[in-house]
Nanobody, 126 residues
Framework: QGQLEESGGEVVQAGGSLRLSCVASGRTFSRYTMAWFRQAPGKEREFVAVNSVSGGYTKYVDSVKGRFTISRDSAKNTVYLQMNNLKPEDTARYYC???????????????????WGQGTQVTVSS
């Protein structure tokens, strides 16, 4: 049984940076597409970024393009989300997700992911 555990979330001022980490255990997630989603209070879960199995394909939601970078270290079974120039609207709980079956045209669909972490809270103050 695979597990994902996020960390790195905290309170930060607007314009600041954070790096979220997602450590995978229980199976070899190097063969999985890895993604980050987020959910703000009262809002639906939102796709943020995805990294393909090979790491050669990445995709971001428009609102974070140029500010966020997703990457993975397969040797450490870890996926990262580097977040720069944070804005108050980035405030949300961030979740790591993994899928062995998602196709690239559907990477933003949460239902395509089989494994989810518990999330880590990011709060950006203005």
């Amino acid at each position: 049984q695979g597990q994902l555990e996020e960390s790195g979330g905290e309170v930060v001022q607007a314009g600041g940076s954070l790096r979220l980490s997602c450590v995978a255990s229980g199976r070899t997630f190097s063969r999985y597409t890895m993604a980050w989603f987020r959910q703000a209070p009262g809002k639906e879960r939102e796709f943020v970024a995805v990294n393909s199995v090979s790491g050669g394909y990445t995709k971001y939601v428009d609102s974070v393009k140029g500010r966020f970078t997703i990457s993975r270290d397969s040797a450490k079974n870890t996926v990262y989300l580097q977040m720069n120039n944070l804005k108050p609207e980035d405030t949300a709980r961030y979740y790591c997700a993994a899928s062995s079956r998602v196709i690239m045209s559907a990477v933003s669909l949460g239902r395509m992911y089989d494994y989810w972490g518990q999330g880590t809270q990011v709060t950006v103050s203005s």
